[in-house]
């Protein structure tokens, strides 16, 4: 990728540099948010954004641009970069601290990502994922605090896991990078309170509610041990069925019927999406480009 936008001002990759007195680097201490280009369409934008204002509001960072332009930033992005199918990440950071502890000016970074397709035999087979206990700080909030995810890396590669489900030793939350929910008796459940409101959670959750009950909740691990079946969200992912969760087997351990139709209606959800703000995006490039 050859272009980043560096606050409010696009810069080659290779130029964009921030001091390291930012609070970002030396403390944590910033939000940032992700979703996917898809045929030069940013996928669930408006969504996004919203939750990138509130994810910053909740640790009291202020994103020191409007709405109108951070989207005209990342769809600058997109042209400059000539972005088909790609990720692109903002992270607003705590700005420059002379004491690295007192919050400065935010800093604004918007970076494209390169990403790898998922094989489509994951979503006819689903994946595997482990659980761990673990609690995140602020989970309403998108931070840049995922040192337990990191940590995790290698013990995921290890045993084949696609994700990591956090629990409190009883009580289930979401994944390290993915929303979580499982299907028992015909009923669609997902946690209710103290986990990141999902973007692509929350689109897949209004399609559940046209195939099977849905219940917002809390549940517990052996709950989700004895799921009928059980899937995870993400951007990259979009809905991805989980057929096997530490050493146990999820059901039969073959993906089920409610988990595979909410699979196709997401995917078709997302691809009516795309056409959709194919044609206004071209517009909207072209007359900005004049």
Do not use: C
């Amino acid at each position: 990728m050859e272009y980043v936008n560096l606050n409010g001002q696009l810069v080659r990759d290779a130029d964009a540099k921030i001091h390291i007195s930012d609070l970002g680097l030396r403390r944590g201490y910033g939000a940032f948010e992700f979703f996917r280009v898809l045929r030069g369409v940013p996928v669930f934008i408006e969504d996004h954004l919203d939750r990138f204002e509130n994810s910053s509001r909740a640790i009291d960072l202020e994103v020191p641009y409007s709405r109108a332009e951070l989207e005209g930033f990342v769809r600058e992005l997109i042209r400059a970069n000539n972005l088909q199918s790609a990720g692109i990440q903002l992270v607003l950071t705590g700005g420059y601290s002379e004491d690295i502890f007192t919050p400065g000016h935010p800093n604004l970074i918007i970076a494209p990502i390169a990403l790898r397709e998922y094989p489509p035999a994951l979503y006819q087979q689903g994946v595997k994922v482990i659980t761990h206990r673990h609690e995140r700080e602020i989970p309403e909030a998108k931070t840049t605090a995922y040192l337990t995810a990191v940590k995790l890396g290698p013990r995921m590669k290890a045993e084949g896991a696609a994700e990591v489900i956090y629990h409190d030793g009883k009580w289930v939350t979401e994944g390290a990078r993915s929303s979580l929910g499982f299907v028992k008796d015909g009923v669609l459940v997902t946690a209710k309170d103290g986990v990141l409101p999902g973007i692509t959670r929350i689109h897949a959750l209004r399609l559940a509610e046209q195939l099977m009950p849905v219940e917002h909740r809390a549940f517990t691990l052996d709950e989700l041990y004895a799921a009928d079946e059980v899937f995870i969200t993400s951007s990259t992912r979009g809905v991805m069925p989980v057929t096997r969760i530490d050493d146990r087997l999820v059901g039969n351990g073959q993906v089920g019927p409610k988990v595979s139709a909410l699979v196709k209606a997401f995917q078709a959800h997302v691809e009516e999406y795309v056409a959709r703000h194919a044609a206004v995006d071209s517009r909207w490039s072209i007359a900005n480009s004049q």
